[in-house]
């Protein structure tokens, strides 16, 4: 029988937060465009190092020209790997805007002016920001990976006139709808799909690995926990960032690099700010800020430990392992890319291994190649809560306002043997 407390609900505000990103990247050039027939093409490009799988594509242009409808634009889209990938190419606009000055515009599929008809009475063309459909529709590149090289290419195709390409972006949006994960207390952990499962080995475990993060800096996350009576739980949580090391304990207690409460006022993790609140006694939140609202978010309810992210992108985790699942789909993978369905293979399969570093400043038996302690037939089932020093009872009237998470509120209660973990996970 699996064991079935529920997550300790310090979390109690455990958000799933759905990001639809969209991002902006863009060239200034300030590129002549010379005015002479075919050998008047010019092209600049810009490299998206952001890889997630498109949904929207929009092109702004700025294009200063004393006879817009001389130019042809074009946008052509190559992975990575210019050798290899396929390149995918649009018409943009082609010889439109009669005698009108200039070309500001921004291509949208879904815009409802176009620039065929287009002339310098009806000055669609160099209004800044119109959106305007472009010639060939971008929803080419729709379902792509947007990392690569893009490149718009002008072609003026007559003499006598002649501009310069301002500046031009691409505005990308991605398609992800992705949760944030969280590791709590009991400890219950939700993957990067939102799925809930249960682990209740006694060991360190890679709950994130992520080589990526900040251009290659690498972001790891790695949880211990342990047994005590029938339940387990988190009892520190240790960040690397780059060589950095924040390690947070029981009761607040926390090392930067190895120094006990360190001036977090005045040393990073990496180059990252760390807050800490000490909410009362019991309580501390230590905030990791990573960035446009991004965050690592460690509390701790007495000497019970939980850990989440808060706006997770595929910037910080693309391409991460460990105990969250592959992100973007939350599968729960092995560390050889299979995918595992029983929790408990799945959580020994991401005990920290001899060979990978290790981020607690102390080892805890057990380390690998000493397997997790799983817990015997004594810590099986809830048969043994009657051994806290709180009574079902009473923590289901401290547990009364948590509607349908009461039950995760009434064992994490229990667990923590402290009532007032009722009223933590509420802020
Ligand atoms: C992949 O990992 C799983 C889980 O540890 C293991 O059962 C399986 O044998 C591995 N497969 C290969 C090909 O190594």
Redesign the pocket.
Known sequence: MMITFIALSLLGSLSSTKAQTTVTYSSSPNLAIPGSGTSGSVSDSIFVDASFEICDVDISVDITHTWTSDLELDLTMDGPDPTTDPVDVIRLQYDDCGSSDDLVVTFDDSATESLNGASSSNNLCNQDGLEVQPEEALSTFNGHQSIGYWTLDINDDAGGDTGTLNSWSIILTSCETITDGAGTGDPHFKSWAGKWFDFHGECDLVFVDSPKFGHGTGLAIHIRTKARYQYSYIESAAVQIGDSVLEVGEYGSYMLDGISNADLDSEKLDRYTVIHKKINSKQDVFTIELGEGKKIVIQSFKDLVSVKTVGASKEEYRGSQGLLGEFGTGKLL?????I?TDPD?FGN?WQVLETEPKLFQTARFPQHPVQCSMPGPERDGRRRLGESTISMEAAEEACEHWGDLKDQCVYDVMAAEDLELAEAGAF
């Open positions: 092995s560390r050889n890319g299979t595992m293979a399969e």
